[in-house]
């Protein structure tokens, strides 16, 4: 992934792909986005579930790791997946920029930082 700009479109498709075939299988989605952290300049695929608050990150992993192993024409590393709690500060803030919009669009947040997170860029999905 190029590390200039945004995320090239093929990773914006996969990661819609991936956050709607986790909601098709009964995951909860709370909000999901790609961003470019400043620190190392790679680009991560955040998402938000009340799964890691109710069963913990190691099952939630591992869950989301079987879906994206049953769907291998999504094109979505492991390595790429932060997932983190609907509870969350930062889940938290995307939803409250998302709910500022005016429509349910997948939008570019072109902001610095997302709570404690220094971003270059990010990319988020509107969860339906």
């Not at 093929?10 to 986005?33: C, M, N, P, W, Y």
């Amino acid at each position: 992934m190029a590390t200039d700009s945004l995320v090239n479109q093929q990773k914006l498709d996969a990661g819609r792909e991936l956050v709607d075939h986790l909601k098709s299988a009964a995951i909860d989605v709370t909000a999901a986005f790609w961003a470019q952290e400043s620190y190392d300049e790679s680009w991560y695929l955040y998402i938000a579930s009340s799964m890691v608050d109710s069963d913990g990150p190691a099952r939630a992993y591992s869950k989301v790791y079987g879906e994206l192993l049953d769907k291998p024409e999504i094109v979505v590393a492991p390595s790429e997946i932060k997932l983190i709690g609907a509870k969350s500060p930062l889940a938290a803030e995307v939803v409250a920029i998302q709910n500022r919009g005016n429509a349910p669009l997948d939008t570019r947040y072109r902001g610095r930082q997302l709570g404690d997170l220094f971003i270059d860029d990010a990319y988020f999905y509107h969860v339906k």
